[in-house]
């Protein structure tokens, strides 16, 4: 069972949304441990845990819940922790921006943010003691954990709404790309094979 920790961001349609009304929506969703981020206007940004046998799942299942209860015309624009910057990780390992950067790090992706799943290796290797004869780093990596998992699902989820295999709208899988957004399949399709 993958449990994640991840944020959706969600474009709202044009008009005024009450922010209170859009924080029912969540909670009556189901998400009541939900941190809401209203602050810019037009979108909807929900920071959240969820658990499914496949994290892309645990993400579009959470989503679909969601979406179900905002105003129609809304669309799922990005899930994160995609691409992130180092100061994103230090703070959530408890440590300094500075400590990551003596480590070897993978190159950025884009605008100096690097992919999530990269660093995630990285900060496992130095918390396990590997990775060039670097010393044991001390990292809350029990702490950042779930949302260490989730850099890999959210990167296929945004890919599948960037490319449009998943619709932001529907949140619904094109069938023929699914091999696409799952980078394996679920424990039951894989029992379903055996049999």
């Given at each position: ?164 295999v998943i619709d932001g709208a529907t949140l619904e899988v094109d069938e023929s790309a699914r091999h696409f957004i799952y980078s394996e399949p679920a424990p039951s ?7």
């Amino acid at each position: 069972m993958a449990e994640i920790e991840f944020e959706l961001i969600f474009a709202l349609p044009e008009g005024e949304h009450d922010a209170f009304d859009l924080m029912d929506a969540v909670f009556e969703a189901g998400f009541e441990d939900a941190i809401v981020g209203t602050g810019v206007p037009g979108m909807l940004g929900v920071a959240m845990e969820a658990a499914n046998e496949r994290a892309e799942d645990a993400i579009l299942n959470a989503a679909r819940a969601i979406h179900n209860h905002l105003p129609a015309g809304t669309v799922l624009r990005e899930v994160r922790p995609d691409l992130v910057s180092l100061a994103d990780v230090a703070k959530r390992l408890d440590v300094t921006r500075q400590s990551l950067q003596k480590r070897k790090m993978p190159p950025p992706s884009q605008g100096g943010l690097f992919r999530m799943e990269e660093v995630a290796v990285v900060i496992m290797d130095a918390a396990l003691g590997k990775g060039g004869g670097k010393r044991r780093g001390r990292f809350a990596v029990d702490k950042a954990e779930k949302w260490l998992s989730a850099g890999r699902p959210a990167r296929r989820v945004n890919a599948g709404l960037a490319v449009g295999v998943i619709d932001g709208a529907t949140l619904e899988v094109d069938e023929s790309a699914r091999h696409f957004i799952y980078s394996e399949p679920a424990p039951s399709e894989n029992r379903a094979e055996i049999a």
